[in-house]
């Protein structure tokens, strides 16, 4: 009789480990699947971010021709700058107005003696890429196209008196400034140049 009933105990011990052997496997196999399903996720969103960052970062412009269309010897009402680019890299159309761009000039404050000692100020002029055309047009028409091409060559002529007649940078003679462009939400490029002395509309500002 004891034996009997100590078989029966070894059976209980035995089904009592496999249903604890069953709910760890159980548990496992749900963690397991739970894990999987975030780093699916995980994945899914990196890549989505991923293809619209590509996206937006291969879209920058490719400068071509950088020039002098204008400059004004009594302030900078009709200064004005020249660009020809293209967007080689560009997967999809970009809307002209997401192209920006911003003119930072390192300007001398020397105009009068008292001024001698009072060093550089940096002026700052700002706008969009709105007025650019494809190069059949003016390079100055707000209206002319919305969007740009992917490998297509365009034109702007940029106002420095932007935005709206506030913009502060002024070209002078013996002056270095920076030009610099950038996609909405993607990279920046920057031009550095200098207008020299006796500088003329047409004058080379990537040389």
Known sequence: MEEK????????????AMVSMIMILLFSAIIAGMALMMIEQAFMESRTHS??????????????VFELEELDTTGNTND???????????SNTIPDTNV?????CDINDYSTPQQTNSGHTLEYSSGD????????GNAEDDAAINEFVQGTYYHIIIQLSEPDGAGDCDLVE????????IVENG??????????TDAMPGYDLMS
């Not at 004005?80 to 560009?90: D, G, N, Q, V």
């Open 187 to 196: 990279r920046t490029t920057e031009l550095d140049f200098y207008v020299p």
């Open 174 to 181: 013996d002056m270095a400034a920076t030009l610099v462009i």
């Open 51 to 64: 293809v619209d960052q590509s996206e937006t970062l291969n879209s920058i412009p490719y400068v071509v």
């Open 100 to 104: 920006k761009w911003a003119l930072m």
């Open 80 to 90: 004005r700058l020249y660009i020809m680019f293209k967007l080689p890299y560009s």
């Open 129 to 136: 890429f709105d007025a650019a055309t494809d190069l059949t």
């Open 5 to 16: 009933l100590r078989h029966d105990n070894v059976a209980e011990v035995a089904l009592s």
